[in-house]
């Protein structure tokens, strides 16, 4: 490796808790086209054992640190051809640590727009400046004296210009610029203050009226409020130190990068100067440079936060293949019903009209009575919109009303976000041509109900709901992200190559939509694939993308037994050995752990497959296929309480989680608006990070703290007390008494509930 090479290696191992030959042959494989699930699975070896998301980091920190070192090469080339480069400048280049610093440094040598600073040097006056600075017992306005001509015309002119002078080289001063930012990163406070005359229009930014925090405290949900209320022009923002305090010290590192000051006359001009550069310049540079800081910071934690919930989602217990009925529903446009097999496979739908305004309720019950009995269904999969609990408690009088000779589905209520998406979707249409719109999306319901990721990925990730202000942030970053979240879940999972849908298919590694869309057409025209080998007779499938997708897809029932497992076909020849050590049949031995109980994994490893490679295909052998997904399990909503005017203070629910915040949960109990369970009341102990807890897709039992019907807020709690006591810390922001208060319920000013009111009232607004 070379220098720039091993430097950064060495900063990403640092970061990831790596080794810089980790990192090195990583980057390698990376570079060669490998995919980050075949690297994490495949090449333990290589890598010492990195995982899917170290290597997610260190892909994402490689493509900065090398823009970095281009940026580096660049600026010392610039430099270098202006004859400026000193032996100190060209140490400070090499030893930047990031982007900002490496500009600040080269800002004095950038090329720019002619400034007030290049005319006044134009004038003359730059000797001035430094007679000054020389000679601080002088008067500034006798030396200006001495430098007016037709171009300066009077003596203020004169110092107008040797500040100006002195403005742009301290505002171009790369250390200045980083102690400030360093200050304001630690003192500053984000405040925010409404227009005046949009108090009407912004009501749903209340809130953030009269607000002010410290910007290093800021939580990112918060931020974003914030950010987007000013983007709405209801807002303005202010990012400054303490008005009291804060700006004399500002002020003070100003006048630090001058120089030790006196009381002399030159001293105090030159005060004066590092003061009105601070008012007139850097607090400005400072608050652009913060507000971007924060900007980044929010956008990266929402995303952080979407990218969880939605692997959360994406991985969550799957129904497997059961014959489903899928309701959507709806009351006047009626209740769409699709069935589907055990594979997905679309049989039958209807649509029903129990309620309002044609009320057929026997129709109704008849028309399911029928479909479940002529499809021997085995879960009714129940959208969760409007109406779902009026058609749940319609599908249980169906269940009450069956023969004792057919069997009983299980009712399940299930997410529907994204649904109607899918079934307005290009991919939706050529899925089902002749299927009514409307109808499509109760087969999606279904669907997910059986396999939530081979449903969910056909619908796109910032329509399924589990974000936060996803429309704000970054789109090209959040869509990265997403990407690397769905790829990861589908090759942590595997797909079945025989039944996945050609979205499915386009998520495993070394695919895309393309090679994905050629899989399933050689499928149609050929039949089932028999092996993984057949892989290789799909038009565009080379090598490199057969070798990077082999391992991720099974094939059930085939010719080769290892391909229903993960073993890689490069791996086979090990596998086998393997088995031959333990003189049993392939077959018989797969799945039969008591087999390979006295198998020592030492004993296989060669110069190909080392010792990681071999315990994963033991492990493979003994549980083939195995997935990862938890057992399926469901909430029970409690009968009667169907709408937020049933709940009560008090109450004991079960519901699924539906989304997971920086400040809390929010809870599905089944009336059409999700509780929320604030941080504090997730638990009886402090916690920091509401994942510690839950996740979207958790069955969990909660208590009603709160209702507030008008506003359709419902406040939850976790905590074995009710959520009665002060939990150990709080969350709230630092605020004024008069924001404390109004955030309080019943004027509780300093309690945990107090906390939780303002925080329920924040996410409500955003739900």
């Known amino acids: 490796m070379d220098a720039t090479t091993t430097r950064i290696a060495r900063t990403i191992a640092g970061e990831i808790n790596a080794t810089p030959a980790q990192v090195g042959a990583a980057a390698e494989l990376l570079d060669g086209g490998a995919t980050v699930p075949f690297v994490a699975r495949y090449r333990k070896e290589v890598t010492g054992g990195l995982d899917d998301t170290q290597l997610r980091t260190l892909a994402e920190r490689l493509v900065y640190l090398r823009e970095m070192e281009a940026r580096r090469a660049a600026i010392l080339s610039s430099i270098t051809e202006q004859g400026k480069l000193t032996d100190d400048l060209a140490r400070a280049i090499a030893t930047a640590e990031t982007k900002a610093t490496l500009e600040d440094i080269y800002l004095p040598f950038k090329p720019k727009r002619r400034t007030k600073a290049m005319i006044a040097r134009e004038n003359g006056l730059e000797p001035l400046l430094r007679a000054i600075q020389d000679d601080r017992a002088a008067d500034p306005a006798a030396l ?91 807002v303005t923002i202010d ?43 850097l607090s400005n540079t400072m608050y652009i440079d913060l507000l971007t800081e924060l900007r980044k910071r929010a956008h990266d934690e929402a995303i952080r936060v979407f990218g969880r919930n939605l692997k959360d989602l994406l991985l969550a217990a799957p129904a497997g293949p059961r014959a489903t009925i899928g309701l959507d529903p709806g009351i006047r446009t009626g209740v769409k019903v699709a069935v589907v097999d055990a594979t997905g496979k679309l049989l039958d739908t209807a649509t029903i009209y129990p309620f309002q305004p044609k009320n057929d309720l026997r129709g109704s019950q ?18 969760n919109g409007t109406a779902s609990r009026e058609t749940e408690r319609l599908v249980g009088e169906v269940l009450k009303a069956l023969p004792k000779s057919v069997k009983q589905p299980t009712k399940v209520i299930v997410s529907e976000a994204g649904a109607s998406v899918y079934s307005a979707s290009e991919l ?54 997403l990407e690397a979240v769905v790829e990861d879940a589908v090759n942590a999972v595997g797909v079945d190559l025989n039944t996945a849908s050609a979205p499915l298919l386009a998520h495993v590694a070394g695919l895309g939509p393309s090679l994905a869309q050629n899989i399933v057409a050689h499928r149609e025209a050929s039949g089932a694939f028999r092996s993984r080998a057949a892989l290789k007779k799909v038009t565009g499938l080379g090598p490199r993308a057969f070798e990077q997708c082999a391992g991720f897809l099974r094939i059930r029932d085939g010719d080769e037994p290892l391909d229903a497992s993960s073993v890689h076909p490069e791996a086979y020849g090990v596998a086998r050995k393997i088995v031959a050590a333990c003189g049993r049949d392939i077959r018989a031995i797969m799945g039969d752990g008591s087999a390979l109980k006295g198998v020592r994994a030492e004993q296989f490893v060669d110069e190909h497959f080392g010792l990681p490679t071999i315990r994963d295909i033991l492990s493979e052998l003994e549980k083939p ?124 000013k300093d309690t945990g509930q107090g906390a939780f009111g303002a925080a329920l009232a924040e996410a409500m607004r955003r739900k």
């Not at 912004?202 to 918060?222: L, M, N, Q, V």
């Not at 249409?429 to 969910?456: C, H, M, N, T, Y």
């Not at 404390?740 to 509780?748: D, E, K, L, M, V």
């Open 239 to 281: 990012i400054s130190p303490d008005p009291e305090t804060g700006a004399a010290r500002a002020e003070g590192i100003v006048v630090q990068a001058i120089g030790r000051l006196g009381n002399q006359p030159g001293d105090l001009w030159l005060r004066q100067v590092a003061g009105w550069t601070w008012r007139v310049r």
């Open 144 to 234: 200006a004296a001495g430098y007016i001509t037709e171009a300066v015309p009077d003596v203020k002119a004169a110092l107008d210009g040797a500040r100006d002078i002195l403005v742009e080289e301290l505002s171009e001063n790369a250390g200045l610029l980083g102690a400030l930012r360093d200050f304001m990163r630690a003192e500053a406070f984000i405040a925010a203050k409404v227009i005046a005359g949009k108090e009407t229009e912004g009501a749903k930014f209340s809130d953030y009226f009269d607000h002010r925090e410290t910007w290093a405290g800021i939580p990112s949900h918060r931020a974003l409020a914030i950010l987007r209320a000013a983007k709405e022009e209801i």
């Open 428 to 481: 939706a249409a050529k899925e089902f041509p002749g299927l009514d719109v409307s109808l499509r999306g109760a087969v999606s319901i279904a669907r997910r109900l059986q396999d939530p990721l081979a449903e969910l990925v056909k619908v796109p990730p910032e329509s399924i709901g589990v974000g936060q202000y996803q429309h704000d942030v970054d789109q090209r970053q959040l869509t990265k992200t």
């Open 366 to 383: 008849a028309t399911l009575l029928a479909l479940i009995a002529r499809h021997n269904a085995d879960l009714i999969a129940i959208g």
């Open 625 to 748: 296929g195995r997935d990862p997904r938890p057992s399926f399990v469901t909430a029970s909503f409690t009968d009667g309480v169907e709408e937020i005017t049933d709940l009560k203070p008090g109450m004991s629910l079960e519901g699924t989680v539906t989304n997971v915040a920086a400040f809390g949960a929010f809870v599905d109990i089944g009336v059409h608006q999700d509780g929320l369970v604030h941080i504090s009341q997730l638990a009886d102990r402090f916690v920091k990070d509401p994942n510690e807890v839950v996740k979207v897709g958790d069955v969990v039992r909660v208590r009603v703290t709160e209702v507030d019907v008008p506003r359709k807020r419902i406040g939850l709690t976790m905590r074995k007390d009710g959520g009665s006591e002060k939990p150990e810390r709080s969350e709230r922001p630092q605020q004024n008494a008069k924001r404390h208060a109004q955030a309080s319920p019943q004027g509780q």
